[in-house]
T-cell receptor
Framework: NAGVTQTPKFRILKIGQSMTLQCTQD?????MYWYRQDPGMGLKLIYY???????DKGEVPNGYNVSRSTTEDFPLRLELAAPSQTSVYFC?????????????FGEGSRLTVL | GQQLNQSPQSMFIQEGEDVSMNCTSS?????WLWYKQDPGEGPVLLIA?????ELTSNGRLTAQFGITRKDSFLNISASIPSDVGIYFC?????????????FGKGTKLSVKP
């Protein structure tokens, strides 16, 4: 009963490096999301997808890219990592998208950029 | 942009006490939700509210959708140690392909056995 799986759980990057955070869900959900959580702050939406081949920007998309080639996978790519991207990243999915707000979250990926 | 004001920011309580927290906004929302985040985990949905004035319970948790549609309250009765975590409110406005879901900054709950 995996739900939403994120890898890696922890990663340290040097400034300017690139990496991809992986997200997979096994619930056949069409809607998937990437959020970032900074200490003492709520969750901010980075990118979302309403189905395979369709992605769109959220509130804080700068410095990130996404793709959605399958229903199951929604990777988040960081290009030219900066200290401001130090955060905990959460992937989420939903069966009913924007109409309900009912999201299933992964366990998070903690990224530190030094 | 829209913001949610969640209070209190943190609470230290004794096991067995009741807990109240709330979320307010200057904007109207169509749906209010409450999530809980355990340490080191992702948020988990506790309660979703879809109508103004709605009062919904989930075990020891009770949440209400304010009549003005600008606020919501969460109460936890007879707290236990496993209630420890961060509680997030979220407000949703319909529209667009994914709606507009806004999260509060969270209330961190600590329970003393």
């Amino acid at each position: 009963n995996a739900g939403v799986t994120q890898t890696p759980k922890f990663r340290i990057l040097k400034i300017g490096q690139s990496m991809t955070l992986q997200c997979t869900q096994d619930m056949n959900h069409n809607y998937m999301y990437w959020y970032r959580q900074d200490p003492g702050m709520g969750l901010k939406l980075i990118y979302y997808s309403v189905g395979a081949g369709i992605t769109d920007k959220g509130e804080v998309p700068n410095g990130y890219n996404v793709s959605r080639s399958t229903t199951e996978d929604f990777p988040l790519r960081l290009e030219l990592a900066a200290p401001s991207q130090t955060s905990v990243y959460f992937c989420a999915s939903s069966s009913r998208g924007g109409g309900t707000g009912e999201l299933f979250f992964g366990e998070g990926s903690r990224l530190t950029v030094l | 942009g829209q913001q949610l004001n969640q209070s209190p920011q943190s609470m230290f309580i004794q096991e067995g006490e009741d807990v109240s927290m709330n979320c307010t906004s200057s904007s109207i929302f169509n749906t209010w939700l409450w999530y809980k985040q355990d340490p080191g985990e992702g948020p988990v949905l506790l309660i979703a509210l879809y109508k103004a004035g709605e009062l919904t319970s989930n075990g020891r948790l009770t949440a209400q959708f304010g009549i003005t549609r600008k606020d919501s309250f969460l109460n936890i009765s007879a707290s236990i140690p496993s209630d420890v975590g961060i509680y997030f409110c979220a407000g949703l406005n319909y529209g667009g392909s994914q709606g507009n879901l806004i999260f509060g900054k969270g209330t961190k709950l600590s329970v003393k056995p």
